[in-house]
T-cell receptor
């Protein structure tokens, strides 16, 4: 399986600011995703990060709030913009393996917004 | 809308016990069901099931899918304190790599 790293692993931010989370994979992958896990909840897909084109967002998530970049097949960023306390969550990137469509997750970023 | 429901939501057992975690799903054009173990932040992949009735096994963990009943179970035998975690079940549909997650079962194994 691919080795996935995320930066930062955690952060505490002030309301109204923005944070960019990076996801790096040790091999080229076609599919990368960004998920959110709010406290006590399960994982919710934010968007699919598409290489060379705009991300595909799920219902309830918009590009202005969660801009995503995917400049190549090993790297993606998710920005959480104009943050509010409701954005306090764990943010996870995930990738599909090269076979059988197994999905693997990065270590996550725990974001707290004050 | 796709839905995945897990039960129980939480479970406390003693070391050495055997546990069964349940997952039921309603997924459009169902293709696969995945189980993950989440200890801190990152879910760790356990199994992916696509065929009904075929058990997948890894050490003390095993899982099986029942497409007729739209469900899956995850069994853990001879539980250890290191098995304490949230176990997540997720369903995936054909034509999309999106996963729909259940809320998880929080398993606590006490000595």
């Amino acid at each position: 399986s691919a080795v996935i790293s995320q930066k930062p692993s955690r952060d505490i931010c002030q309301r109204g600011t923005s944070l960019t989370i990076q996801c790096q994979v040790d091999s080229q992958v076609t599919m990368m995703f960004w998920y959110r896990q709010q406290p006590g909840q399960s994982l919710t897909l934010i968007a699919t990060a598409n290489q060379g084109s705009e991300a595909t967002y799920e219902s309830g998530f918009v590009i202005d709030k969660f801009p995503i970049s995917r400049p190549n097949l090993t790297f993606s960023t998710l920005t959480v913009s104009n943050m509010s306390p409701e954005d306090s969550s764990i943010y996870l990137c995930s990738v599909l393996s090269g076979r059988a469509s197994e999905q693997f997750f990065g270590p996550g970023t725990r974001l707290t917004v004050l | 809308e796709d839905k995945v429901v897990q039960s129980p939501l939480s479970l406390v057992v003693h070391e050495g016990d055997t546990v069964t975690l349940n997952c039921s799903y309603e997924v459009t054009n169902f293709r696969s069901l995945l189980w993950y173990k989440q200890e801190k932040k990152a879910p760790t992949f356990l199994f992916m099931l696509t065929s009904s009735g075929i058990e997948k096994k890894s050490g003390r963990l095993s899982s099986i899918l029942d497409k007729k009943e739209l469900s899956s179970i995850l069994n853990i035998t001879a539980t250890q304190t290191g098995d304490s975690a949230i176990y997540l079940c997720a369903g995936g549909g054909a034509g999309s790599y999106q996963l729909t997650f259940g809320k998880g079962t929080k398993l606590s194994v006490i000595p």
